[in-house]
């Protein structure tokens, strides 16, 4: 269904008539629309008779043996990156956050730590509970804190969290301005993790690249274009950076002095605001112009995407209709299964498969079910509703003849020979009486009335 997707679930079931041509899906040959409903409804990753602490504790299981499979076969590298993510959701749940700003404004928010699109760990968002440094749950305190203790609020608290759950290595994680502090990045230090990213000037940033920001962003820095200023923290473990690209980027590292420099293409701006006067008087009349840039921003801007990568690929495909009921049905159809479905994509096309590797998420999700179809639709069998009497012989072949009794039409029912029997998409109305003939195909061994219109569109000649 995701790789076909329909407004609702009931149209993969629907039929072409004359006049009205609908595309055959093939989960309609093997059940009906009432019995994959009742499936649905049915279903459940979790034992229905336990008691569960909200609609993650219900896909713990599911979770816990995903996340030990993504370690498993995917060996992290240096670079990675932990982003947030939302899971589209519409009904009610405490669980739930609204943020207007975001591209799916309402859902499950989750973090995730990612490497190229492909998630390797990830952590449910939960108002209600508190990490503390070291990833674990602890009550609110207003205890004063020793001088040698670092302030982590929750949301950073899951950044440690989530980079103890990788294999010991050494890594160099990108995070964006929502988790940056000099604290934080003290903590991953200590770790023995390097770190990198934007910063906001309430993050706790020298204050005099805080008073240079509030002055660039009233166009009231005079800086030229690729301009830095660099300052160390004070117990000398962080550099804070400020460099001067369309505005002025705040930037801290563990990595990076600030003396680094890469070469990249870089595209003149259209904005016309003032803070960009620097950017434009460097391109001059040029459209696009090779500019020594930052490294520390540069491969921010390469590697910071991961998250967003994967994110965009489970967009690409999956269930077209909104989930309203049942909040753990979001969480698994549409977040589990979604990321399992595109881990599995980056690791046949990042990988050295026994075939040739599948370009688009698109091929390999066809691929995946046509291979369990093949594995397991033997044991099946097709509906008894959906076989015809004979789909082998050519259309031009089958003989006209009087069957001697009268039987409703399928031309006129709208069905054709490779979907024989199945039931129409809408009730018929009781008032009128399907068309009696007692025509029909001697081969198909089916009624259709006299009309060549039936006849080829039962036949599929039109």
Known sequence: ?????????????????????????????????????????AFRPYDPRGSYDGSFARILEWTEAMQAASLRYWTPGTNIAIDECIQHFEGRTLEKVVIPSKPTPEGFKIWAVAEAGYFLQWLPHLPSKVFDSI???????????????????????????????????????????????????????????????????????????????KADTNGKLHWHWGQIETVPTPDNKVNQIAWKDNALVLLLSTVYEGTEFTTRIRKRPTTTHARARAIKHFFGAESVKEARVLSAAADYNDHMGAVDRGDQLRQQEGLEHRICKGPWRALAWGFLLETALTNTFLLQKNGQPNWKPLRTLHEWREQVCSDLLREYGHKAGLRKLCRAGDTNTPSLQHKRVSRGKSSPCKGCQGVRVSEAGQKPLRERSHNRRPT???????????AICNRQACWDFYHELN
């Open 436 to 446: 009696q003939t007692r025509s029909g195909c001697e081969t198909c061994d089916v």
């Open 135 to 213: 990833g674990d749950n602890k009550p609110r305190t207003r205890k004063r804190k020793r001088d040698d203790e670092y302030s982590l609020n929750p949301t950073q608290a899951v950044v440690v969290n989530l980079v103890k759950r990788l294999p010991p290595a050494i890594y160099h994680v990108f995070l964006d301005n929502l988790f940056s502090s000099p604290d934080l990045f003290t903590v991953l230090r200590t770790l023995n993790i390097g770190a990198t990213g934007t910063c906001r000037i309430n993050s706790g940033i020298f204050k005099g690249l805080v008073q240079l920001k």
């Open 1 to 41: 269904m995701g790789n076909h997707r329909e407004k609702r679930i009931r149209d993969h079931w629907g039929t072409s008539k004359p006049g009205l041509m609908k595309p055959i899906h093939p989960i309609a040959r093997f059940m009906s629309h009432e019995t994959f409903e009742q499936l649905y409804h």
